[in-house]
């Protein structure tokens, strides 16, 4: 090669599109897995119940879950510990068990929930027997987890995420009314009952969800690791300008993606659903459904196809955060980058929380209703977990010089708020 071609090579390598992808990472990748198909589920029947008004949901979780998943990138980086490793350090074990058996149940439900999905899409496109698909899926997620090398399983993850773009390409294969869908961004439209409380809490619950916290902590935690040239802040404090502002950029970009690919999902289910009187969706394959007939096999097959992607994304996120709680809950070697023999409790955690998310769908749980209460679930799960993790990093103590301050430390408290706000009015209009 000449040196010409050398260096052109070295420019293309260096060039903006690289330095981009290079910031891309564990907020990015947390971002796109916020879509999963129980999500799906929860966007479709939010749009299909409430149509194009209540797309100011996602214009108000955006601020919010962008400033709580910095936080908990924050505490991973700054302290070298994910969100339960710092728990057990700091508080009383019965807080500690309570939260990661709260996350741990929360996700096993949202796994079975998102095979079932899985299942159900993959059936709707070419038959075949459900059963075998969710544990096809379920497994597969577990293998690759277990045993593709960590660099080349962020890599597929990241470019997974490529999946979530079938959603915007169903808003251009049906008729969106832009003027309704700009009016709903911008104008809260609140109802005052318990069904609209309680789709409020599912969308709360899967945009900001406890796995979401610890998968983002403990990846932060990881990438450190496994780089001879990081240490945790507290302990580098000249790494802390660098890593603060990757953090942030990493954040705001897959938060933004996270909630444009929402607001694809809810407008497409507006567009057509709701505006047929389809009003009752319970599920993300139900929704591909039920669209056929309304928009056509292209919108079916898209919304169906982006069911699948999400899906490989998710349950290895939702599995990997489950045992990444558990293994820092009990000090045991962790991470993804860690071959099995080293980590063998840790990996057991992961099969573990697949295998019970397949068997789900062998009890009377109807994994349809599970799909959207999961949501729901995550929302209440959410409150106590954001409620430590602000607690947490105000002490000097565990984030040294690095606590979180200013606006940042008012909009962790204000989403934690917000939800907490919500889960009270879904409490209360049941009873009222």
């Known amino acids: ?17 690289r330095r981009f992808l290079k910031i891309l ?37 955006y601020p919010l879950m962008s400033a709580i998943q910095e936080i908990c990138a ?36 949202n796994i079975g929930a998102d095979l079932s999905a899985m299942a159900d899409a993959l059936k709707l496109l070419v038959g075949g027997p459900e059963a075998l698909y969710v544990v096809a899926f379920g497994s597969a997620c577990a293998i690759a987890s277990v045993f593709v090398e960590y660099d080349r399983y962020s890599s597929v993850l990241k470019w997974m995420t490529l999946s979530l773009f079938a959603y915007v390409a169903a808003v251009f294969a049906i008729n969106i009314s832009w003027g309704e869908a700009i009016a709903g961004l911008f104008v809260p439209k609140i109802i005052w009952n318990a069904e609209f409380f309680t789709t409020i809490v599912a969308i709360l619950g899967t945009t900001i969800s406890p796995y979401l916290f610890f ?21 580098a404090p000249r790494e802390a300008p660098a890593a603060l502002t990757r953090i942030r950029a990493d954040t705001l970009i897959g938060m933004a993606f996270s909630n444009i690919i929402a607001l694809a999902i809810i407008a497409t289910t507006a ?23 309304i928009a056509g096999d292209v919108a079916f097959v898209v919304f169906a ?3 699948l992607g999400t899906g490989l994304l998710a349950v290895p996120v939702l599995a990997g955060a489950a ?46 209703s599970a799909l959207y209460w999961s949501a729901v679930i995550n929302g209440v799960v959410a409150v106590p977990v954001m409620t430590i993790m602000m607690l947490m990093t105000a002490k000097k103590q565990v984030m040294g010089k690095f606590t979180v301050t200013g606006w940042l430390r008012w909009l962790g408290w ?19």
């Open 215 to 235: 998968w983002q902590a403990s990846q932060e935690v990881e990438n450190e690791q496994i780089d001879r040239h990081k240490h945790p802040l507290v302990e």
């Open 25 to 61: 990472g564990p907020g990015f990748i947390t971002g796109a897995s916020d879509d999963d198909p129980s999500g799906i589920g929860t966007y479709s029947q939010a749009g299909a119940q409430l149509g194009y008004g209540i797309g100011w949901t996602m214009l108000l979780t």
């Open 323 to 368: 045992a990444y709680a558990i293994g820092e809950a009990f000090k045991w070697p962790v991470g993804l980058s860690r071959k099995p023999k080293h980590a063998k409790a840790f990996y057991a955690t992961l099969i573990m929380a697949c295998v019970l998310g397949m068997g789900i769908l062998f009890t009377p749980v109807n994994p349809i």
């Open 74 to 109: 924050r505490i991973g980086r700054t302290t070298g510990h994910g969100i339960a490793g710092n728990v057990c350090r700091h508080y009383p074990a019965w807080l500690l068990y309570l939260i990661v058996g709260l996350l741990f149940i929360a996700n096993t439900i």
């Open 305 to 307: 196809v982006g069911i």
């Open 271 to 293: 567009a057509t659903l709701h505006k047929s009187g389809v009003t009752a969706i319970s599920s993300s394959a139900q929704a591909a459904e039920a669209l056929r007939p």
């Open 414 to 432: 204000a989403s934690t708020s917000v939800v907490a706000a919500s889960v009270l009015g879904m409490v209360v209009t049941w009873f009222l």
């Open 1 to 17: 090669m000449t040196e010409t071609a050398e260096r052109q090579g070295t420019r293309v390598a260096n060039g903006p599109f």
